[in-house]
């Protein structure tokens, strides 16, 4: 059994979802993980699924792309291997005015520290730009990367908070 990393594409529409939903499912294939958002009318789809071979996904998802408007990618991985350590759960959320360099100057502090960018999405409305990221960090590190990420805040004019990720984020 096969496990594949399968991207989708394109001008948003009604019906994406199920469409690529039900391809997948005639194939047998059982979608385990996935993200999908709608970014400046654009719809993407990120899935992982377990079944089918990557020449059978790639051949059920090819109407998809008959009209020119959706790019699918099918590829396969490997099974979960070696983790690295489990972090301490925490969620980082930006915002303010948008400017060059937040996602790269928040992200630098987090992985200098070690830690682990697991989700990160944001979003510019109007003015306002909002980052919110789940991250692992090393046990013990919290306090050092909130002191950097409030040194950035301070460069970059924006307003940035870490706290610790409780359940209520599922």
Excluded: K, W
């Excluded at 496990?3 to 391809?23: F, N, Q």
């Excluded at 790639?58 to 590829?75: F, H, M, N």
């Amino acid at each position: 059994m096969s496990e594949l990393a399968i991207t989708v594409i394109g001008p948003d529409r009604p019906g994406i979802v199920a469409d690529v939903a039900g391809l997948l499912a005639g194939l047998g294939a059982n979608l385990t993980d996935s993200t999908m958002t709608r970014l400046r009318g654009h719809f993407a789809m990120t899935l992982v699924c377990s079944g089918p071979a990557v020449a059978e996904a790639e051949a059920a998802l090819a109407p998809l792309s008959v009209d020119g408007q959706l790019v699918s990618t099918v590829r396969e991985v490997r099974p979960d291997g070696p983790q690295n350590p489990a972090g301490e759960p925490y969620v980082v959320s930006v915002h303010g005015a948008d400017r060059l360099g937040i996602v790269a100057a928040v992200t630098r502090v987090l992985a200098e520290a070690g830690g682990n960018v697991t989700d990160l999405t944001t979003r510019l409305t109007g003015p306002l730009y909002v980052l919110v990221a789940e991250v692992d960090l090393p046990a013990g590190s919290a306090a050092g990367v909130s002191t950097r990420l409030g040194e950035v805040a301070t460069a970059l004019e924006v307003g940035i908070t870490l706290r610790p990720a409780g359940s209520d984020l599922l």
